[in-house]
């Protein structure tokens, strides 16, 4: 790597000219005002401070505009893969290099990093994973205290793991957040001396000075150690020098007095280090502001002009008590909020370097016509949605035969009617939410907070991030589909309650029914709406048919829309003690279970109307039996008209638009199944000409 | 000022070594990377060409950590207030220094400004008004066909109305976004020549060549000219070479033989300029790249390894189109949807520098406990929320002595209940929107592509920026009430719609009643509901009263929370021709017709609950009469109970702190009121043993 613009051809000339930059910049930049700063207080025998000093004044020198730059993160687990895309973004934020990422993950986090990384397409940006699990035997040897458990050690053997191709590389722990470009960071290599081979700052605590109770016996450390929450790794050099053999040794020979790591890594980083101190590069405090609750960062960031990197390294995380708290979650919530679709941005000048799909996206974009008047649905159609899968904690369901899993969708104003859905549906849940990121933030709040909400590991919450005007309503069906991990689904929405018994009876029921996961049924959930806020919710069929002939329950949408649940035919339901089978007819749209492995919804439809309708066409256009469960029931809670409705009824190029959609999918419909699917141009002709 | 760091003794060693440092620079920065880029190509003779050169490797010497840097933008009218925002929020995103921002303003620009940095609180920034009014004079007599207008034309005056010991100031167009750290636009002074007085971006179009059709003639300018949307003024200099004069007399000279500037201010500088280049300091074009629809800019940003500002200078602003619009519009938008309560940030190590009330405020919050269970309730109500009055433009009614103004409140959720309210409601309304940064931007596009909403120029929008977990309903009801602007308000709430005739019927009543606005008199306006999403509302009260008799219509709450509003009097109202007395009773929350400088609402009740009945407490209290209007009606539409309710029904926790609140109002009530408030007590604890 040559530092930004400087001629390749060094000579002695070159060497030189630095020489005298060196000298000038003493002059120049006499202030000393980051580089190292307190370095020199805090080492005995101050080694470091002097290097540091000669170095100080000079602004880093950049690496060269496209030069691609690596970083290892190691990340296990939702809560912290909930955790990085903050690092990430923030990195992304500021970065005007190409990146390659290298993610250490378990198969929790690879499995979400995977799906977000794809859908966010960030142009110039190079993922690769490895796989902890295998990283284990090498470092489950060493007894380790520290929250971070195994995961944390696993920074000593990336020299090892990385391929050896890869010379340099920055480590970052998942809870720092950047305020500043990376690429400076990246600039520091160019100030190790040639025997240093990692680059570490001070850590900000009297931790390893050992005095914080009696008989606290941290590892050993020169001073106050190094905090390894931000590394600079010279790969090539660690290698050579025989790092594995190194840390593994001293490791080993501390563990014969010490009986565990308490800061994992770190502790070995800094026994490491102890012992061989030509090895370390201290970096200047502002690339690793430590914010525990005892942080002596304050006598950094006081003086700094400028906070390149803040870590949240205490348990606490941004819950931390310190006075300056305030400020530094404020840099940290700027990146939690912040839109990751507006990462989205090319690098000017540097070869082209765009994600996967990305330059076929670009092109059917570039070719929609903004004056046509459905360019919005259009648009919505084409747009790629970030998606973060699994968003919380989540426990898979164990695999049993006939187990069904609720698949619904829902967005900010829905966050209410959780609760209670957890109250009707004891069962697993494949939630799909349509927000913004600083929504997710609030969801996430709305989550911790409600004791029902966070007693539930069953449920699956799957963010799809906000972008455009319109509703994409069956992209978030699918997606909440695609991550439903039971044989049986039951597709709903979130408006509905279902019967407290339904998800005991749909087990029993496709059990009884011996449905298997390969026969093509579809078992229809009989659909009530209430009007009122405040409702009993009935207790059973009987109930619910008093409250119906009652007048206080009615069949969903009877007065307008009775074409979507018509075919399930109320009459026989009251009646029926078995299951029976009804036959497809226009604009159907009953609630159903399902296999798993069932159509997807077409995303073609977006916004307000019909995207039920394409999905039981689809049903049925693939022979799917429908039959009505005779005990089984939901019930449809008032809300307001969502906006896309409102737009629906109010705007006619809005209802010329969905028209012409669902003109587009019957095309394809018969495309696809041929004179099969003649029966629904016919119907819905019919219906045409009706209305 | 000096530069940061360097030695106050400048004596000739420091100057060999600075000529030095040029020199290393030169070999080492060979590429010269963004400074003057291309200036040799386009100004015939290249005055600055090598100038540039000689100075293009220095990262230019950043100001002092704490030097105050000052700022002058001029801004007038709706929608350049909402523009400026986005400056001001990109350049405080990247600043390190105190600011003191001269802006000026015409009124309306004044009074959204005002009400915005009052309640925005950002430490370390002064703003100063200056009056555009009193500047008109100073420039119409310049005939301008551009867009902007006079304020255009006002930038050339600024070196006459800043106060005389400002000596630079950085001039900002309303439409530029900052991409870094303006103390770096600030160092670039020091590059300035003893007789460099203004520095500017060269203009990133052919305008000024004079060829872009025929009989094009622009201003005389120096090869393409310069960009005005970000200058550099050294403004004592400026005052000491006669500025005003060589100004006036160049544009005066120009205007006998041109007809009009094109450009406002632009061709005066150029016109200027062409006669005194050395004027002139040229900046780097990332200082100010141009994104205009044939904007040469590319030539810029593709080889700059970093852009600084970004400059939206077509009228199309950010619907410009050019290929990477997508790039420049992701910075914009990054600062439009940026949460600005984030920027509340303190600057380290610089003296104290916090706003008004910002102290006590913060003072007030470190003494809440957060252990205590209404911890959220206290902090909601000590919020201070950044206020944006008439976010949109208004045209404020005209003084009518018993007009009537709609008040409302309303967030995200319940913008599908704009249209209909003012199909409903024929006169002003003040409505206050509680919104993040990024919803006021959908805010914006829902009320631009309504032609409903687009089509009224009476409805004023305030957006009261979210803040904290709790709805601050009264706060928001306040914001609205304060911007009020005819002698009564009609103190509705959203989910309401008011009889079609009751604006006409309310303004009739006012004048026949002789009210005046002295009388201390509180007209009822009865509250009905229906549960039904579609409905066809009544277009009188004999419809009214048919609908309620079929059921289809409900007294307001009747079932949920009679007392509400049984003191109305429903059954006296069906036969009253004329508007009759009623009195207070215990939880009465009628809603009211008021003149203006009526009471406020009581900010201590965030969330749900109590809200209006603490008003119409207050109302009684201070002898407003009760009078209920005889044809006047509102019908309450359905929605889902909003996420504050559901908390009030499932948390004791909340039930608890809506009764502490209560009975702290009641004691505030007591000591203000005397023994005349003991009745209010009473009935709250006969309430209360009620239930």
Redesign the interface.
Known sequence: MLP????RALGAA?LL?LL??V??GF?????D?EYGLRAAATFDGDPYGSRNRSAS?L?P??PP?CELLHVAIVCAGYNASREVITLVKSVLFYR?NPLHLHLVTDAVARNILETLFRTWMVPAVVIRFYDAEELKPLISWIPNTHYSGLYGLMKLVLPSILPLSLARVIVLDTDVTFSSDIAELWALFAHFSDKQVVGLVENQSDWYLGNLWKNHRPWPALGRGFNTGVILLWLDRLRQTGWEQMWTLTAKRELLTLTATSLADQDVFNAVIKAHPELVHPLPCVWNVQLSDHTLAERC??????LKVIHWNSPKKLRVKNK?AE?FR??H??FL???GK?????L??CPNQLPPGAEQLQQALAQLDEEEPCFEFRQQQLTVHRVHITFLPHQPPPPRPHDVTLVAQLS??????L?ALCRHWSGPMSLALYL?D?EAQQFL??VETSP?LSARKDVAYHIVYRDG?LYPVNQLRNVALAQALTPYVFLSDI?FLPAYSLYDYLRASIEQMELGSRRKAALVVPAFET????FSFPNSKAELLTLLDAGSLHIFRY??WPQGHAPTDYAHWREAQAPYHVQWAADYEPYVVVPRDCPRYDPRFVGFGWNKVAHIIELDAQEYELLVLPEAFSIH???????DI?RFR?SPTYRDCLQALKEEFHQDLSRHYGAAALKYLTALQQSQSRA
């Open positions: 930004r613009g400087r001629p070159t000219l005298l930059l000298v000038v002059f120049l930049f006499g202030r005002p004044g602004h020198l950049l505009k005007k960031y006081l003086e700094a002009a400028d300056h400020f404020n840099l919530l700027t909020g912040y839109d507006l990462l989205r941005r090319e000017f000048g900010m104003d829905r966050l209410q009617m609760e913004t600083a709040h709305f029902v005007p408006d009007l009122h806020y405040r007065h307008e809670l008032p809300h307001a008209p969502s906006l409102s109010s």
